[in-house]
């Protein structure tokens, strides 16, 4: 029988090296890679638990986070400052003329016509660069230009100087204009230039003095040196946006509380992550592991698939938005009085139902709640959320129930890393050992082989001879 020449010495690795056409006829490579595989079996078990645990453990991780963020803004329901007493002033025309509450506003509905606006005075001059350096006065404020210098940087001279009185546009036709930095009436006497010479010559016809806003409110006329009026309306500023020629704008002021949009922001706010953090907790509990996982995301899905602890912080989530809050006043002891709503709870294991349990607001009731009982509302919001926000810290502050478990998921995954580096190190020893094996005993093949073919030539040299 042929045999292939082998070794047993050791490849660059420290295995031996592999021999192919072996004298046993045996793919030897083949029986060792299918042997160790069987012996990898607890490897590969506890690597499969290792992702399901590493899964688990970013879920947790993840939860904890967005109940976070929701006990956050929960506990803004019992900041003051939300609560704190202003005043709201509507315009129902704002582009033409808003308004905005100042302090001790006096209520009631106005009526603002506006027939001019205020507007600054200004002259056009056409600008020819100096030859030579030149110093000019515009108000009593020198200005000293270089020679040869452009009308675009002779504006930004002059819009640069914070003591200026006047601002400077650079027009693509060579032109300047010069427009005074307040608004108001100022008569024929506005902007004086001296000591321009030939740079600055003023466009005859152009010039346009400064006028004064002129305004009625409820009839009575007002003029105003600024778009924006401060007397006009006890408490509140007028800013004048345009003419009312269609007829007057309706100011309405209210009386001083709680600001229902601020209030209405927050529910909403609240709402929103709410029902973010429902739906992501109701996600975990309803997906399942797949029957026959054959990847490492696979590995990791469903981990907290029925998870009681999380059933039950769902339940109490829900709870809290409709059972009444104790020594409260009837009519206002829950969130559900002023507006706020959910479907009704399930108890055990989440199901499908428990999306009904997503909140939504009816800012009407909201804002006839704030209008009617203001103090009341207050007083339930800061109750409810003081006891919402204490059930979602404790799952998920530092040191509560969800970290404790991604803690206990992190200790096993150290765990178990550690069993699997020693248990590949023992494999690897393993596999080299059944490499030397099969090389020795494919080394004593090929030399009873060789042997046995030597014997047979010898055999028939003897049976030549003896012929």
Known sequence: MSTSSLSLGTGSGGSPISVSGLASGLDTSTIISELMSIERGPVTHLT??????????????????????????????????????SQTVTSNEPARVSAVASSGAAIGGY??????LA?????????TSPEAEQTITIDGKELTLKAGESAKSFATAVNSDAEASVYAAALENGTVVLSNRATGTTGGEFITVEGAGTTLAE?????KEG?????????????????T??????????????????????????????????????????????????????????TKPPAKPQSSSELAT??????????????????????PIAELESGMSNPYDIGISTGAPTSGTTSQGSLEGLLTLDPAKLGEALQANPAGVQKMLEQWSQSLESQLNNASEAGGSLEARANADASQITQLTSQINNMNEMLALREKALQRTYAELEAVISQNNAKSDWLTQQSESLSKLST
């Open 302 to 323: 469903g981990t907290l698939f029925g998870d009681l602890e999380l059933s039950s912080l769902l339940d109490s989530m829900r709870a809290a938005m409709y059972e």
């Open 211 to 227: 006028k004064d806003a002129e305004y009625a409110v409820d009839g009575v006329a007002g003029t105003s040196s600024s778009n």
């Open 48 to 85: 499969d638990e290792k992702l399901k645990l590493q899964g688990g453990e970013t879920v947790l991780q993840n939860l904890q986070s967005s109940l976070q963020q929701l006990s956050f803004v929960v506990s803004e329901f019992s900041l003051p400052s939300l609560f704190e007493s």
């Open 229 to 286: 009026v401060t007397d006009a309306i006890a408490g509140v500023t007028l800013t004048l946006g345009g003419l009312t020629p269609a007829g007057p704008v309706t100011i309405d002021v209210q009386p001083p509380g709680p600001s229902t949009s601020a209030i209405e922001a927050q529910v909403q706010s609240f709402i929103k992550l709410y029902n973010s953090t429902v739906e992501a907790i109701h996600q975990q509990l309803t």
């Open 119 to 127: 507007n600054s005075a200004q002259r056009t001059f056409t600008f």
């Open 203 to 207: 466009v005859e016809g152009t010039a």
């Open 111 to 116: 009526e603002v016509e506006v027939t001019a």
